[in-house]
């Protein structure tokens, strides 16, 4: 788990400000659901709110699909209008949700084993990938050394059980995948990405020397986006698209699994925006030694 960049902003609270449109359309009929439950049990906000011992605000957030209920909520909600039968059509309305917004401290509860897991099974149905990232190197590029230093930092960032070797051995496994010849990457990279220091110099070096690579001919293809490029769109969000159906990216609470069509296609968008400017070949090369000409060994 590495974040893309500054993306939609998700708060702690649980409200989200900006999200897909999918997500919200599903967020805002499930509190149209809880409204209902609420009018059949014949009580006010006010009423409910007193009966569960919850401030009126967040009966409202939850009515207006402004937060995301917890299943304690919701179990409480049912039980509270008199309806605790609908406790179950609740909580799986909330786990459709779940599919797609993944908080990092519901995922990482158990450590990040679980999570590279997760996208193991995800790109064992993935034919084609494609992906942006703006600050850090892809997961399926990144040495084994690279990935312990990025995931110990992240470990420190959400307070989540320190399983890092575990967590590297996964990742490094599921890089098996690239030699898969039936199955298409595409990589673009921020040139700032090949800067950026979440590791030591020397760690740096030779992550570099591992891209440079994957830049021959096959079925990994690694684009650069160069610092003076003429830029179509901003390079601050970082993504992945699998099959065109499917997109994942991140923000510093959660991950984003988005499948609706909409979103689907304005990633894709974007990509194909971001791709224009890229390099390949000999000019990847000089991209990537001129990020290497800045990594001067301190230890």
């Known amino acids: 788990m590495a974040p893309r960049g500054p993306v939609p902003g998700v708060h702690g609270s649980g409200t989200v400000r900006w999200v897909s449109t999918d997500f919200q359309q599903a967020r805002v009929s499930l509190g149209a659901r809880l409204r209902e439950l609420r009018a059949e049990g014949g009580l006010t906000g006010r009423e409910l709110a007193g009966r569960l011992a919850?401030?009126?605000?967040?009966?409202?957030?939850?009515?207006?699909?402004?937060?995301?209920?917890?299943?304690?909520?919701?179990?409480?909600?049912?039980?509270?209008?008199?309806?605790?039968?609908?406790?179950?059509?609740?909580i799986g309305r909330l786990r459709g949700l779940e599919t797609q917004y993944r908080s990092w401290r519901r995922q990482l509860a158990g450590g990040y084993r679980a999570v590279q897991?997760?996208?193991?099974?995800?790109?064992?149905?993935t034919?084609?990938?494609?992906?942006?990232?703006?600050?850090?190197?892809?997961?399926?590029?990144?040495?084994?050394?690279?990935?312990?230093?990025?995931?110990?930092?992240?470990?420190?960032?959400h307070t989540?059980?320190?399983?890092?070797?575990?967590?590297?051995?996964?990742?490094?496994?599921?890089?098996?995948?690239?030699?898969?010849?039936?199955?298409?990457?595409?990589?673009l990279v921020w040139e700032g990405a090949l800067r950026a220091r979440p590791c030591r110099p020397a760690v740096l070096s030779a992550q570099l020397d591992r891209i440079v690579g994957r830049l021959g001919p096959g079925n990994v293809r690694v684009g650069i986006v160069p610092f003076e490029?003429?830029?179509?769109?901003?390079?601050?969000?970082g993504f992945s698209v699998h099959d065109d159906s499917l997109v994942i990216t991140e923000t510093?609470?959660?991950?984003?699994?988005?499948?609706?069509?909409?979103?689907?296609?304005?990633?894709?968008?974007?990509?194909?925006?971001?791709e224009r400017n890229a390099l390949y070949g000999a000019g990847a090369h000089r991209a990537l030694m001129r990020a290497k000409r800045t990594v001067i060994p301190r230890e």
């Open 160 to 187: 989540a059980p320190r399983d890092i070797e575990a967590a590297v051995r996964a990742r490094m496994g599921r890089q098996d995948i690239l030699m898969d010849q039936t199955r298409s990457f595409h990589f």
């Open 54 to 90: 919850w401030g009126q605000s967040k009966v409202s957030k939850l009515e207006n699909g402004k937060q995301t209920p917890t299943v304690a909520d919701l179990t409480a909600w049912a039980e509270g209008t008199g309806n605790p039968g609908a406790t179950g059509e609740l």
């Open 229 to 237: 490029a003429d830029m179509n769109l901003p390079a601050g969000v």
């Open 252 to 274: 510093w609470h959660a991950e984003m699994w988005l499948d609706g069509s909409e979103d689907v296609a304005l990633h894709v968008r974007a990509w194909e925006a971001l």
């Open 117 to 125: 897991d997760a996208h193991r099974a995800q790109a064992q149905r």
């Open 127 to 157: 034919r084609f990938r494609r992906s942006f990232d703006p600050s850090l190197i892809p997961g399926l590029l990144q040495t084994a050394d690279y990935a312990r230093s990025v995931l110990t930092r992240y470990s420190t960032l």
